[in-house]
Nanobody, 124 residues
């Protein structure tokens, strides 16, 4: 079993920054890819970013490229999402996800474990 816990969400004004954290516990040794997804009210779950085991391969959705940065501290079993230049359209519940596959997937269906989510609200 793997447990994921996100934190760091909150309310921020347009142009502000937030740093999300995701701590994994349990049987984490088989995790290869860690990803971040988000889901806004009335919308489908959307890929945000993913990072591979070596933390050197990253993928970003076009909507966040240049504004968000994902990093991974393997020793701490923690993944971070640094969000800058936030926009109202970034408002969503942000979910951390873990994938056991030795491939970096960017679709929600490919991920095996999910956190409870943390709310990010960007005001106009």
């Amino acid at each position: 079993q793997v447990q994921l816990v996100e934190s760091g969400g909150g309310l921020v004004q347009t142009g502000g920054s937030l740093r999300l954290s995701c701590v994994s516990s349990g049987r984490t040794f088989n995790i290869y890819t860690m990803g971040w997804f988000r889901q806004a009210p009335g919308k489908e779950r959307e890929f945000v970013t993913a990072v591979s085991l070596n933390a050197n391969t990253t993928y970003y959705a076009d909507s966040v490229k240049g504004r968000f940065t994902v990093s991974r501290d393997k020793a701490k079993n923690t993944v971070y999402l640094q969000m800058t230049s936030l926009k109202p359209e970034d408002t969503a519940v942000y979910y951390c996800a873990a994938d056991f596959s030795i491939l970096v997937h960017t679709t929600a269906a490919a991920f095996d474990y999910w956190g409870q989510g943390t709310q990010v609200t960007v005001s106009s």
